[in-house]
């Protein structure tokens, strides 16, 4: 069964401290991986997007890896500010017959910082 | 350039009630993808549209419709509402093929009581 997985739930730190969101993912073929922001009541905003032939993207603080062997993604966050605050949704990207990209979605990784 | 946008924003309907949410896709893309989410949980995918007809298909009822027209705008309906399709629905835009990037507009919020 196609799944998405993230840990942990949710995650409370301090503004200024880094902190590791986790993703495991059991979906084949694998066409990419993607990290979205999500503010509450609002639409994700993409962060990164990687095939399986990245390990790594950067998008400012934010810091993506993949190890497609182990089927195991995280996202970095440095320096965390107030407006990091959000949930942190993983996706994967399945190719179905015809070509076509189907997202299989984590269910997110609440993340809190508090001043 | 306008991204995804959605509408409306809002809305509350009886029970049994029918619903149209629409959706305009973002500048230059071709595909209309739809999904549902509830209160603390990941977007469930419904179905996706590419020239005008439904290419895939989440695990949703038919009372789960959808149309695309000409210019990639999308329509998703709801018929014989139930308290339980109480949710967050979103619209995502994409071009066309294996590794594009995902839009995904600010969501209508529908309550059904």
């Known amino acids: 069964k196609n799944q998405v997985e993230q840990s942990p739930q949710s995650l409370i730190i301090l503004e200024g401290k880094n902190c590791t969101l986790q993703?495991?993912?059991?979906?084949?073929?694998?066409?990419?991986l993607r990290w979205y922001k999500q503010d509450t009541g609002r639409g994700p905003v993409s962060l990164t997007i990687?095939?399986?032939?990245?390990n790594t993207k950067s998008n400012g603080r934010y810091t993506a890896t993949l190890d497609a062997d182990t089927k195991q993604s995280s996202l970095h966050i440095t320096a965390s500010q107030l407006s990091d605050s959000a949930s942190y949704i993983c996706?994967?990207?399945?190719?179905?017959?015809?070509?076509?990209?189907?997202?299989?979605f984590g269910a997110g990784t609440r993340l809190a910082v508090h001043p | 350039d306008a991204g995804v946008t959605q509408s409306p924003t809002h809305l509350i309907k009886t029970r049994g009630q029918q619903v149209t949410l629409r959706c305009s896709p973002k500048?230059?893309?071709?595909?209309v993808s739809w999904y549902q989410q509830a209160l603390g949980q990941g977007p469930q995918f419904i179905f996706q549209?590419?020239?005008?007809?439904?290419?895939q298909r989440g695990n949703f009822p038919d009372r789960f419709s959808g149309h695309q027209f000409p210019n990639y705008s999308s329509e998703l309906n709801v018929n014989a509402l139930l308290l339980g399709d109480s949710a967050l629905y979103l619209c995502?835009?994409?071009?066309?093929?294996?590794?594009?990037?995902?839009?995904f507009g600010q969501g209508t919020r529908l309550t059904v009581v």
């Open positions: 995502a835009s994409s071009l066309h093929g294996r590794n594009t990037e995902a839009f």
């Open positions: 993703c495991n993912y059991t979906v084949s073929p694998f066409s990419n």
């Open positions: 990687m095939t399986f032939s990245e």
């Open positions: 996706v994967v990207s399945l190719i179905v017959s015809g070509g076509y990209n189907k997202l299989i």
């Open positions: 500048s230059g893309h071709d595909t």
């Open positions: 549209y590419y020239e005008e007809e439904e290419r």
